[in-house]
């Protein structure tokens, strides 16, 4: 059972110190969100949120540029707490974006386990890069990668965390099509090993569709709508139902494909 942490915050004026209230609460969920407000200046990004993700759920989420997913995601990764609201959330997160991020002093291996606590371990670095295939590289500066490579490396650095949610934002948008696919085949294979739950931010609705469990869309600054995907794995975009559930969302997105 997941462990996790609790922010349960209610004045977004306040400095987050004041208003950070962590503690571990019941597992459960891999994130549970309730009433979640974001406000920047007068703009109200995120409007009294409520959101659910069941452990070792694959969830996608869908908007407009500039609806608020980095937003909530950022959140999630308790990399924001100017909020009101009750997030709670595993409490081993990881988080990979669309830029790898990748420290250039370090070496590539030394990049995946940066920051966990211990001595730098080689060897559970090596692990990570070998699931995501690319181990050869551990040993090379960050610069020397191409972008897929980089986009591995940054997966393996979260995967070394051993999430139970695993957040990801566009981590495939800067790639090159044939790239782009590999990498989805490979979040879809790791996901399938790991069973972490997972929260793919993305523009791609076909991406969405091919990955999740369910997708959301999000509008107006909260879920606006939520399709459960039904279809087994792997899926067939040329399928009919995966076509009426792409046509579906894209009318929740404000795109009507011609007949
Ligand atoms: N630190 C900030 N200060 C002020 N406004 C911000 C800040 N971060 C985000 N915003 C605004 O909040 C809104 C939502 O941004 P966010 O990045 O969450 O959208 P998004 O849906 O992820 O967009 P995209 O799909 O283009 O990446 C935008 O209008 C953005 O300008």
Do not use: Y
Not at 59 to 77: D, E, H, I, M, W
């Amino acid at each position: 059972m997941a462990t996790g942490v609790q922010r349960n915050l209610t004045k977004p004026n306040q400095p987050a110190e004041n208003r950070s209230q962590q503690r571990q609460v019941r597992g459960g969920h891999a994130a549970r969100v309730r009433g979640l407000t974001r406000r920047f200046g007068e703009r109200e990004v995120l409007n009294n949120l409520d959101l659910d993700i069941a452990p070792g759920e694959f969830v996608a989420l869908l908007g407009a540029s500039g609806c608020g997913k980095s937003t909530l995601l950022r959140v999630l990764a308790d990399l924001d707490r100017e909020i009101a609201g009750t997030v709670e959330v595993a409490a081993q997160r990881a988080v990979a974006f669309q830029a790898p991020r990748l420290m250039p002093w370090k070496t590539v291996w030394r990049n995946v386990v940066l920051g966990l606590p211990g001595r730098p371990d080689r060897s559970k670095a090596v692990a990570a890069l070998d699931e995501v295939g690319i181990s050869h590289r551990a040993d090379v500066w960050p610069k020397v990668l191409s972008g897929g490579e980089a986009q591995r490396a940054s997966l393996a650095r979260a995967l070394v965390r051993e999430p139970d949610l695993l957040l990801l934002d566009e981590p495939f948008a800067a790639l090159d099509a044939l790239t782009r696919i590999k990498a989805q085949s490979l979040v879809a294979e790791l996901w399938q090993r790991h069973r972490c739950a997972v929260l793919l931010v993305t523009h791609d609705v076909e991406e969405a569709v091919l990955l999740a469990d369910r997708v959301l869309v999000m509008k107006d600054g909260i879920i606006a709508h939520e399709e459960t995907i039904a279809m087994p794995r792997p899926r067939n975009v040329a399928a009919p139902q995966f076509g009426r559930i792409r046509t579906n969302l894209l009318g929740w997105l404000g795109v009507h494909e011609p007949h």
